[in-house]
């Protein structure tokens, strides 16, 4: 069956890094675009990240851009976001999404990592 495991999360401080992975099994990993997403409490799911099926391209929020990196290796079924300089506003439960087409709706969802920033 469809699997997607999210790790990596975990508490950090204001200005950390974290890394976080989703390692996918049950479909054919190379040919789906993957997306990272966040969901703070009282807040509606949002897109933080996108990379293509490639790894060619890839799309960011504009809230983390510059701060935050999605990587994918299809070789090991793995999608990868490097988080950096994190604020606290960053807190919320992060999910890894498999989709058809960066525009297409999500697919396959994990179950999520919680990430919270505090001092």
């Known amino acids: 069956q469809v699997q997607l495991v999210e790790s990596g999360g975990g508490l950090v401080q204001p200005g950390g890094s974290l890394r976080l992975s989703c390692a996918a099994s049950?479909?054919?990993?190379?040919?789906?675009?993957m997306s990272w997403y966040r969901q703070a409490p009282g807040k509606e799911r949002e897109m933080v990240a996108t990379?293509?099926?490639?790894?060619?391209?890839?799309n960011y929020a504009d809230g983390v851009k510059g701060r935050f990196t999605i990587s994918r290796d299809n070789a090991k079924n793995t999608v990868s976001l490097q988080m950096g300089s994190l604020k606290p506003d960053d807190t919320a439960v992060y999910y890894c999404?498999?989709?058809?087409?960066?525009?297409?709706?999500?697919?396959?969802w994990g179950q999520g990592t919680q990430v919270t920033v505090s001092s």
């Open positions: 049950g479909f054919t990993f190379s040919t789906y675009a």
């Open positions: 999404g498999a989709q058809r087409a960066t525009a297409g709706p999500i697919r396959y």
């Open positions: 990379i293509t099926s490639t790894g060619g391209s890839r």
